[in-house]
């Protein structure tokens, strides 16, 4: 399976609708690829709280379009990261009143919807986007033709708990777009890592460049595969990131160490 991770410069002196058509651009360029991902809140930026609400987009709105009809063009499955989303409301309440979300969309190669997972760890330890941001409460996964992807977003990935989840679920490949600061850039590696190898899954975490609201991104978007080596990482600025991935060596790690099958904790409720 050949998968592009698009690490994308978000930077004030660009406006969102040329950022979206910037990006609908290069992930027509993809094709050819099997699966093309786009990092977290690449439409306003991930640290640009107050932009949350006026970049607030409905379920079907300008991102959800551009993104189909990229992926439709190009002939690709597409993560395409997340956008704030702006949920319906009670009868008779104004448009702008619904709760917001970070939600990411997964297309398929003809443009329709596949997935929808709506963040359900939220950052910001009572402020920025755990107060403005409703958390979602459901784990998601893809099946492609190649493998099933776990869709996780950013914070989500400090939470071991969610991606076994989504392994008893039936992933083999994780994917999380994410804003990662730069201060914190050791942790992404790590925890990239820590991810692939616990769960003996590929992981595929595309990072944005560039600077999010004065708060600098890490970049360095990462490949791991299921014994935890690094297949390919990016560097801090924007860049597109292309691997191979030989898929059967999901199958091939959890047979040849079968970690997994020894799990004793989490499977059954505990005996009173």
């Not at 290069?26 to 786009?38: M, P």
């Not at 306003?44 to 189909?68: D, I, K, V």
């Not at 359900?120 to 958390?135: Q, Y």
Request: proline fraction near 6%; include cysteine.
């Amino acid at each position: 399976m050949r998968a592009s991770l698009l690490q994308i410069a978000v930077d004030e002196g660009e406006s969102v609708a040329a950022r979206r058509e910037r990006v609908a651009a290069l992930v027509r360029e993809q094709a050819g690829a099997d699966l093309v991902v786009l990092p977290e809140l690449w439409t306003t930026g991930a640290f640009a709280y107050e932009e949350f609400g006026s970049g607030a987009e409905p379920l079907h709105g300008p991102t959800y379009e551009a993104m189909a009809k990229a992926a439709s063009d190009a002939g690709v499955w597409l993560h395409a990261g997340s956008v704030p989303e702006r949920g319906t409301s009670g009868p008779g309440s104004a448009e702008d009143e619904g709760p917001l979300y970070n939600t990411s969309l997964v297309f398929a190669p003809d443009g329709g919807l596949a997935a929808v997972y709506r963040k359900i760890h939220r950052f910001g330890f009572d402020k920025g986007e755990a107060v403005l941001m409703s958390a979602g409460g459901e784990l998601v996964t893809v099946r492609l033709p190649e493998t099933t992807l776990g869709v996780a977003t950013c914070y989500d990935l400090r939470f071991p708990e969610l991606f076994r989840g989504l392994v008893d679920a039936g992933a083999e490949t994780l994917v999380v777009p994410a804003g990662w600061p730069e201060r914190r850039r050791a942790h992404w590696t790590l925890l990239a890592q820590a991810r692939a190898v616990e769960n003996q899954a590929f992981v595929l975490a595309c990072g944005t460049a560039g600077t999010h609201a004065g708060v600098p991104q890490a970049g360095h978007s990462i490949v791991v595969d299921p014994w935890g080596e690094v297949l390919a990482q990016a560097g801090p600025d924007e860049e597109i990131l292309t691997v191979d991935l030989d898929m059967t060596r999901v199958a091939a790690t959890r047979e040849q160490f079968p970690a997994l099958k020894d799990r004793v904790l989490g499977l059954e409720p505990p005996r009173r």
